[in-house]
């Protein structure tokens, strides 16, 4: 199994619709291990690099309004398959499609308002830890439990 880092938004709808905790708690019952996370608001210029692959299209100027509008919470898990992992609980982009049981299919109704972001491969995986978090704020650390978790 490979380990991975990848990195999480609770968006500015969760964080003001008072479900962030709710998400990380989704999120933290994976197994997979906190190894960063923060309050902050997304700048125009960081969500203009978060999100470059999506310019030109027709919903970007709403999704980097949408994206830099409140504070996110960012999260970075590590653990085995942590990327796919993750995108699993978070569901499919439109929350009209996602399945029950996700993050997007429980907790969302609009593709603009969909709670939550994870990275959707390796290398945006390493591109967006390393937008959101310096060396410092990575901790590496064991948890007690871990042989309960990862065989
Ligand atoms: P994901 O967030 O599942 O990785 P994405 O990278 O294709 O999806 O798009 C990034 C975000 O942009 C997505 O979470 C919501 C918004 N978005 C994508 N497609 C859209 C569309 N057709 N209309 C409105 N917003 C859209
Ligand atoms: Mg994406």
């Not at 906190?34 to 100027?61: N, R, V």
């Not at 945006?124 to 990575?138: G, K, P, Q, T």
Request: glycine share 10%.
């Amino acid at each position: 199994m490979a380990n991975e880092k990848t990195l999480i938004l609770v968006k500015p709808d969760g964080v003001q619709r008072g479900i962030a905790g709710q998400v990380i708690t989704r999120l933290e019952a994976t197994g997979l291990r906190i190894a960063g996370m923060k309050l902050l608001q997304i700048s125009d210029e960081l969500a203009a690099e978060h999100y470059g692959e999506h310019e030109g299209k027709p919903f970007y100027p709403g999704l980097v309004a949408f994206i830099t509008s409140g504070p996110v919470v960012a999260i970075c898990l590590d653990g085995p398959n942590a990327i796919s992992i993750v995108r699993k609980v978070m569901g499919s982009t439109n929350p009209a499609e996602a399945a029950p049981g996700t993050v997007r299919g429980d907790l969302a109704i609009d593709i603009g308002r969909n709670v939550i972001h994870g990275s959707a491969n390796e290398e945006d995986a390493a591109r967006e830890v390393a937008l959101y978090f310096s060396d410092v704020e990575l901790v590496d650390y064991a948890r007690a439990i871990d042989g309960w978790i990862v065989e």
